[in-house]
C-alpha cells in the first residue's frame, strides 16, 4: 500500500470518532428494539451489516411487530432512504476518478456523516478512496458490533432521555450545517428547507419531511443561482 | 427462512439503490447544468437542516438551549467539542429544569 494511502486512510479514521460517538446510542438502542420486536441477536446484526442505516433500521422495527404486509415495511424502509439519492447525485462529481467498483462499494457506506465529510474534504482537493474507505471502516464495524451488544444486554441501558442521547444526532447535523455556512445560498437553503420539514412533519408526517424539506432547498438553489451569477458578471 | 429476513434483504437492495441511484443518473451526463450544479451543492445544507429542524421545534428549553450553545461553539470548535458541549448543556438542563 502506498504510503500517502495510509496516511489518507488515518485521516478518515480520525473523521469518524465524533460520528461513532454520537451514532453509538443508536446502534446499540437498535439492537435493544431488534430483541424487543421478535429479532434474534444474528438478525439483527444482519440487518446493521447489509442495511447500515440507522433511521430506517428503526422504522422498519417499529412495522415488523404490527401486521403490516411486508411491501409496505420495504417502501418505509426505502421512503426514510430516500434522500440518499441526492447525496449519491452531490458526491458523484467527486468521485468519478474511482474505479467502477471501487464506486460500487464506496456508494454502499454513504451515510449522513460520511457524506458531510465527504463534502468538506474534496473542497481542500482530492476525495481519495482510501480517506473514504478509512473514514467508512470505523463507522461501520462499531454500528454492527453495537447492534450485537444492544440485542445481548439490551436490559443494561440507562434511560435513554435522561442522559440526552436520543438528541445527540440532531446536534451533530446541526455542527455539520454549520460547517457548510461559505457556501452560496446557504441562509436561503436552511430556511427553505427548514420550514418545508418542519410544515411537511406535521402535515404530510415523517419519514416524507426529510426528501420534501431537502427538495425545497435544492430547488430553490437552483432557481436562484444563475441570476446571482448573472448579477457577479 | 423467515419473512423477516427476506425483509432485511429487501430492505437492504432498496436501501443501496438510493445510494448509488444519484450517481447512476448523474454519471449518464458529460456536463452539468448550472442549476442542476447549484442544486447540488445545497445538497448538504439542504438535507442535514431538515435533520434537525422538525426535533428542534418539538424540544423544549434544554433543546433549544443545547443547540444554540451547539451553533456558537460550531463558528469555531471542531465537531467533537460542538456534540460534547451540546450534550453537557441539554444533560444538565433536563436533570434540573
Redesign the interface.
Known sequence: MHSSNVRDFIQGARKS??VV??SAPFGMLFGVVAVQN??SIS?AA??SA????GA?QLV?LEL?GQSIP?WV??LS??AV?????????????H??HWTPLK??IG??F?T?PQ??ES?RRSVGGQLTFAWYIGMATPIYVCWVMEAVIGAAFGNLIPDP????LD??????????????RD????LP??A???????IA?NTVG?PW??S???????????????SQ?ERAR | MS??????????I??????????L???RFKT?H????????????????????????S?GIA?WA??AV??LV??RGN??V??AS??AV??LL??TL
Do not use: C, K, Q
Open positions: 470518532v465524533p460517538v454520537a421478535g429479532l438478525e444482519l440487518m447489509i442495511v447500515f442505516a430506517s422498519g415488523f411486508a415495511v420495504v424502509i426505502f432512504n430516500f434522500r440518499h439519492v441526492l447525496y449519491s447525485a452531490a458526491l458523484s462529481r468521485v468519478m464506486r460500487v456508494f454502499f454513504l449522513d457524506y458531510g463534502e432521555h435522561a442522559i440526552g438528541f445527540l444526532l440532531p446536534i451533530y447535523f446541526l455542527g455539520m450545517v454549520m460547517d457548510f457556501r452560496p445560498l446557504w437553503v436552511v427553505a428547507s427548514s420550514i418545508a420539514s418542519v412533519y415523517s419531511h426529510v420534501i424539506g431537502a427538495l425545497a432547498g435544492v430547488l430553490l438553489a437552483a432557481v436562484l443561482a444563475p451569477s | 419473512t423477516t429476513f427476506w425483509i432485511i434483504i429487501a430492505g437492504a432498496v436501501t443501496y439503490l438510493t445510494r448509488i441511484g444519484g450517481h443518473v448523474l454519471s452539468i448550472p442549476r442542476v450544479e447549484a442544486g447540488l451543492n445545497a445538497v448538504p445544507a439542504a438535507v442535514l437542516t431538515t435533520l434537525v429542524a422538525p426535533p428542534a421545534i424540544g433543546e443545547a443547540l451547539a451553533a460550531a463558528l465537531l467533537i460542538m456534540v451540546g450534550a441539554l444533560i433536563r436533570n
